[in-house]
């Protein structure tokens, strides 16, 4: 399992330092003086100049580079210029709602990736697998914005049963905090909980048709004993690095559905800082958010090799 | 007063609808039965609807597959109308079933422990129920229990001194776990405790077959359906598996039913034969007797088309001609009377039924019902008249190869292995999976590079050739592969891929490739016409005429021919090992044969090479290799090859198990 | 010699090529059916709006029905159906290129990473960093540098369908050069060259028509997703995002506005999975 790991470990490396160097340049790749375009058009040659100092702009690119990572590293991100406020205070309140919502969408793939999966492949009923079958395509075709302003539509509009938008935490105020985080766990849950429902059909379908499961079968072993105990383990594993690539889509995905709903995570503050072009803070989001990602799949990768004897034993 | 059967199988009818609607009659009106400790064969090709049969016993047709008609009686009780869950109570417990592929048939991510723990636990909770049963049926209790060896004082089964109707609850994981034990020793996996938690990836195809017999014995069933349980094992281990099978049986007093396409198995394992074809049972009687007096010109035409390892190198054998019936076509008549040389007008209209023809012998022919005496035995194969080799073409030195595997471990596939190779000679080259005789067969076709040695083509040096050397090389050496399937792209037509060739060494103007083309399928005994189609709507043995074409195509000196055969049914082997040795006398080729099955090698070759773990072992006359093998491991081989020909009439082979274990 | 083996006739009606039949199955018709319609309203805009899509009239949130505006106006005034065609057209003129343009540079790197094992793994490690940039964040990055536009767009779905199409490809070179067919071939005295044009990529190539189909859909998403964010193709250019994203803070006093772009999004990308699993169903079998 180490070996496993250490075998993984250097391309996610990789993949990190060309994200970094990615991140670092965009600000370097902005036409004209970064400072001043940081600074705004009526901003003061002081705040330009207390800018160029803050963010190193007049030693060489390698120093800024190592200075910027080792400002990530201690924590110490500085202030926002055109938000305001530390930006370690503006990424942590982002991060928590982000983290919400994605957490939030990310148990309804996993109920509702699991009922369309195991339904679809093994209900007798065809009219249960045709509505299964209906309501995965919909699902994986029709986009976030359209289910969104279509959720909105329903369940705030028509119905008034839940607010249009907005967030109170979960943690603060858990009823009301609910309220809130369904609509939009919800959009952001479905195309994801559709590819892994049909990615979960698929698998069971395929793994009951193998010669195992015949095996057993003939052996006496039970219908329900081997679905769960035959099929699924061997349907699983692929299933949950699947699960880890959603998990990412799921954070990229956040960014659009906390515009839709005006969630006050990371993506909104990514498209504040866009708006108002705080470079340093975009680029922050950016290493951040790369960061997750790749820690998602490199899990997810120890956990197909835990699910699954043969990769351990390669 | 007879015993009524254990299984008692009436005008039994399988269908399929296809793809595009239609049905697809798989098996028509077969019956028979099976008394108590009775091992039957059910022998047929591709297609006759033998393992069709046995999954529709256990009411386990796949897909859209369905029985149509027909009963299926234990003990008196109809399988057909039973319910799943009746049927899931005989499962395992009263009939238990082994299949083809061990490699496929355990679950890769569980232990072998759970395997078992499965099984056991399935029959824990219903083994009450079905001892009531047992109890129940008379019959049993008294004609089977005195000759009922499990009863008896021989304790070759060791059993843990549960009787089947004692209560096994859940909480007895840990006896469940001790009987695994004692089942893995049972079917001979050595250290069995230890390796009730490793994965079916750490054991050979052999141990797991003995798993896969250890699951199909757990729940000590009455009757054994295995299901070509030897096909994809080596011949060595194909014999021990064999063995085990009959001594457990034997000990167990379980009934088999074997299905095989293998009449040397048939002749090995069985009592009893059933003779199966286009989905009809066509004969049906004791082994000794069927496979040596055959009633049906079927059965006899099987028998003339397989190998026996006693037939001398250079002689011929007879296929039969033409491929088996369309399963979706309705049967008019004999399902064989558009292959039988035999046949009259009124086996095309009138359907045969299966009438006894002796006390023992049933066959549904009707010339055959009418002739009091069995068919003529086969023409004994006719020794061909083939020129001497000539001068030697092919020289192979020394040749090593190795394969890096993942991390350190690398794998020798060939060590130091040197051959010669003479114009209008056949090379047979034998060894089991994992010799290296495919990875030989490549490094001489020049698909893959030797890592050291020499290969000599005329004289000349042509082990690592440029790239235009190589060129010429390739249209001296070809090569025929052994899956007919993979080995044919399925985006081009036929006349494309033989073309292929002649294209690539520029033979000929393009304007002349087509009649070229045409020429070619002829020589292989094809319709021209089929250069416009796809290989998809061949059959096996056809797109195997293809690939023998395409090798042709730019006339090599020199053809390799990787398990040609292997993949194709005994009636269609015998066709296409006659074309290959008619080419090589009408063409003078060098031949490269190589194969797994001792008796087809032995038939087509000069000479013969024995491969065992990337080296020649032996090497010498076709003839006097066979009969005075030399080498311990040839002597294995050629104990373990089964002949067609039933025990009693075998002359007794020294059998030298120590040579290969698996 | 071996006269007794005459090949068997084929069986009757030559099969057609799986595509047609793939398209010719219910769920392949309503797919295209779907997909024709939109794609013939987006090309006949300019004759079907009688609007500008930005010219303004006095009445904002005209209800539907209004004469002169049959689906309404917006809150600027504008004619939503001008507003809706002339979206179609502007998003069917980005998928068109952009997806088409991922697709090439993805088999082009694809096929270099087939030439040589260290070509693999720089086009290898570039697809990982691709992908270590999930859809919209990599948007975010884009725009970062180019501000919005329509540039912007067709780049951001370019470069997300580059790793996509190229694993794709990629991987099923491997798995066909691996199949004996290409051994035989080689044996053959077939050229290199030949080998991968003639026999691999016609065997590797069905996965690639899927996903044209399913990366149309993702395309159709990417456009929305960043009208939604502010980074798209600038207003008053009206995209199917765009009309939609205008339409959110009105959703509870005039949905009407909504509804065009709702519409026809979904009859969009379902029609487009539909057909891409019709496709994918024929050429599993």
């Known amino acids: ?314 | 007063m007879t015993t009524p059967p254990l299984l008692e199988v009436q005008g039994l009818d399988v269908e399929f609808t296809t793809p595009d609607g239609g049905g697809l009659h798989a098996v028509r009106d077969v019956s028979f039965t099976l008394r108590r400790g009775e091992t039957l064969a059910v022998v047929g090709e591709s297609g006759s609807g033998k393992s069709t049969t046995a999954l529709a016993l256990l009411g386990m047709l796949p897909g859209t597959g369905r029985i149509s008609g027909g009963s299926v009686r234990l003990d008196g009780e109809d399988l057909v109308t039973a319910g799943e869950d009746r049927l899931r109570a005989v499962r395992g417990v009263r009939i238990g079933m082994i299949f083809q592929d061990p490699m496929t048939a355990l679950n890769p991510v569980l232990t072998i422990g759970r395997h078992l723990d499965e099984v056991l636990r399935a029959h824990a909770g219903r083994d009450r129920a079905a001892g009531r049963d047992k109890a129940s049926r008379g019959d049993k209790a008294t004609a089977g229990d005195s000759a009922d060896p499990r009863t008896g004082g021989d304790s070759a089964v060791p059993r843990s001194g549960r009787d089947k109707t004692a209560p096994r609850t859940g909480r007895d994981r840990a006896a469940r776990r001790a009987r695994a034990v004692e089942l893995l020793h049972l079917v001979g996996i050595p250290e069995p405790e230890r390796r009730l938690d490793d994965h079916p990836h750490q054991f050979s195809g052999g141990q797991r077959q003995r798993i896969l017999i250890a699951m199909a014995l757990a729940g000590e069933p009455d009757i054994l359906l295995a299901d070509e349980p030897t096909t994809a094992l080596d011949a060595t281990v194909q014999d021990q598996i064999l063995t085990l099978l009959g001594e457990l049986t034997r000990t167990t007093g379980t009934a088999v039913v074997l299905i095989t396409h293998n009449m040397g198995v048939v002749a090995r394992a069985c009592e009893r034969v059933l003779v199966m074809y286009g989905g009809t049972v066509v004969e049906d009687g004791p082994t000794a007797e069927v496979l040596t007096r055959p009633r049906h010109p079927y059965t006899a035409g099987l028998l003339a088309a397989v190998l026996r390892l006693s037939a001398p190198s250079g002689t011929r054998l007879v296929g039969i001609p033409g491929t088996p019936p369309d399963l979706r076509l309705p049967l008019a008549g004999c399902a064989f009377a558009a292959r039988c040389a035999l046949a009259e007008d009124r086996c095309h209209t009138a359907l045969p039924p299966l009438v006894a023809l002796t006390d023992t012998v049933r066959a549904a022919c009707l010339p055959a019902a009418e002739r009091a005496e069995p068919l003529p035995p086969p023409v004994p194969p006719t020794p061909l008249d083939r020129p001497a080799p000539g001068a030697v073409v092919l020289t192979a030195e020394g040749i090593r190869k190795t394969y890096k595997g993942r991390g350190r471990r690398s794998f020798t596939a060939l060590d130091d292995v040197s051959l010669s190779l003479a114009a209008g000679e056949t090379l047979g080259i034998v060894g089991e999976s994992g010799s290296g005789k495919s990875t030989l067969a490549r490094v001489l076709a020049h698909a893959h590079p030797a890592d050291a040695g020499r290969i000599l083509l005329d004289g000349r040096d042509v082990t690592r050739p440029g790239r235009a050397e190589l060129h010429s090389v390739r249209r001296r050496v070809q090569m025929v592969f052994q899956d007919p399937y993979a080995s044919l792209n399925p985006r081009m037509t036929v006349g494309e891929i033989v073309a292929e060739p002649l294209r690539a060494f520029r033979v000929g103007a393009p304007e002349e490739r087509p009649a070229r083309v045409a020429e070619l399928l002829r020589l292989v005994g094809l319709d021209p016409a089929a250069a416009d189609r796809h290989p998809r709507s061949f059959s096996g043995g056809q797109r195997q005429r293809i690939g023998i074409a395409r090798a042709l195509a730019p006339e090599p000196a020199v053809l390799i021919c990787d398990e040609p055969v292997s993949a194709l049914d005994v009636s269609v082997q015998a066709q296409i090992v006659g074309l290959l040795t008619d080419l090589q006398r009408d063409l003078g080729l060098a031949l490269v044969f190589i194969a797994h099955d001792l008796a087809v090698v032995r038939q087509v070759s000069h000479r013969i090479a024995v491969m065992h773990g990337g080296r020649i072992v032996e090497t010498g006359g076709a003839d006097e290799l066979c009969e005075r093998p030399r080498d311990p491991y040839t002597r294995a081989l050629l104990a373990a090859a089964p002949d067609p020909v039933p025990v009693a009439a075998r002359p007794s082979v020294a059998r030298t198990p120590e040579a290969v274990s698996v | 010699m071996t006269a007794q083996t005459a090949a068997h006739p084929p069986l009757a009606r030559k099969p057609r090529h799986p595509y047609r039949a793939a398209l010719a199955t219910v769920r392949g018709r309503t797919g295209l059916t779907l997909v024709g319609l939109v794609v013939l309203a987006g090309l006949l805009a300019p004759l079907l709006a009688g609007h500008g899509p930005t010219d303004q009239s006095g009445l904002a949130l005209a209800p539907p029905g209004t004469p002169g505006h049959p689906l309404g106006t917006d809150d600027l005034g504008r004619d939503l159906l001008a507003r809706l065609l002339h979206g179609i057209r502007a998003d069917l003129g980005i998928i068109a290129v952009a997806v088409p343009l991922g697709a090439v540079l993805g088999c082009l790197f694809a096929l270099a990473a087939a030439a040589h094992p260290i070509a693999d793994t720089v086009v290898q490690r570039t697809f990982d960093l691709i992908l270590a940039f999930p859809g919209l964040i990599l948007a975010l990055a884009v725009t970062a540098v180019l501000g919005p536009g329509r540039l912007p767009v067709i780049l951001v779905i370019a470069l997300a369908e580059i790793p996509v199409f190229g694993r794709l490809l990629r991987t099923g070179i491997l798995v066909q050069s691996g199949r004996e067919y290409v051994t035989a071939a080689r044996v053959g005295g077939t050229s290199g060259r030949r080998i991968l044009t003639r026999h691999i990529l016609p065997n590797a190539a069905d996965p690639l028509v899927v996903q044209i189909a399913v990366s149309l859909t993702v395309a159709v998403f990417i456009e929305g997703a960043m009208s939604f964010l502010g980074v798209g193709v600038r207003p008053p250019e009206p995209t199917l995002g765009a009309v939609l994203s205008q339409s959110m803070p009105y959703l509870a006093q005039a949905p009407h506005f909504a509804a065009g772009p709702l519409v026809t999004v979904t009859a969009l990308v379902l029609g487009l999975s539909l057909t891409a699993e019709a496709l994918n169903r024929e050429i599993r079998r």
């Not at chain 1, 603060?172 to 985080?181: E, N």
């Not at chain 1, 949950?240 to 799921?250: A, E, N, R, S």
């Open chain 1, 1 to 314: 399992m180490r070996g496993y790991l250490l075998r993984r470990l250097p391309s996610a490396l990789l993949v990190l330092l060309v994200a970094s160097f990615v991140a670092f340049a965009l600000l370097r790749l902005v036409p004209g003086d970064p400072a001043a375009v940081l600074a705004g058009p009526d901003a003061s040659p002081e705040t330009e100049a207390a800018i160029r100092t803050r963010l190193g702009l007049d030693a060489p690119l390698h120093t800024q580079y190592l200075q910027w990572i080792g400002d990530l590293l201690t924590g110490d991100l500085g202030p926002s210029y055109a938000i305001g406020g530390q930006t370690a205070d503006l990424i942590a309140d982002g991060l928590g709602a982000t983290v919400e919502l994605t957490l939030g969408a990310l148990l309804f793939v996993v109920v509702l990736g699991a009922a369309f999966g195991i339904l679809g492949a093994t209900s007798r009923n065809r009219w249960v697998r045709g509505t299964v079958r209906a309501l995965t395509t919909a699902a994986l075709a029709v986009p976030p914005f359209v289910t969104g302003v279509l959720l909105v539509l329903l369940f705030a509009v028509l119905l008034g049963a839940l607010p249009p938008g907005g967030r109170v935490p979960l943690l603060t105020a858990p009823d009301l905090g609910v309220q809130y985080l369904l609509l939009p766990a919800l959009c952001l849950a479905l195309p994801s909980a559709a590819v892994l429902g049909r990615y979960l059909k698929d698998g069971i379908e395929r793994a009951l048709a193998e010669d195992y499961v015949r095996t057993a079968t003939a052996a006496g072993v039970a219908p329900r004993r081997l679905l769960w105990r035959h099929a699924l383990p061997n349907a699983l594993p692929p299933v949950v690095t699947l699960l880890g690539m959603q998990t990412g889509h799921l954070l990229g995905g956040a960014v659009l559905v906390e515009a839709i709903f005006a969630w006050p995570g990371l993506g909104q503050l990514a498209e504040q800082a866009l708006v108002r072009r705080d470079y340093p803070v975009v680029q922050d989001l950016l290493l951040l958010l790369v960061t997750v990602f790749v820690l998602v799949q490199l899990l997810t990768d120890l956990v197909h090799a835990r699910l699954d004897p043969r990769i351990r034993w390669e």
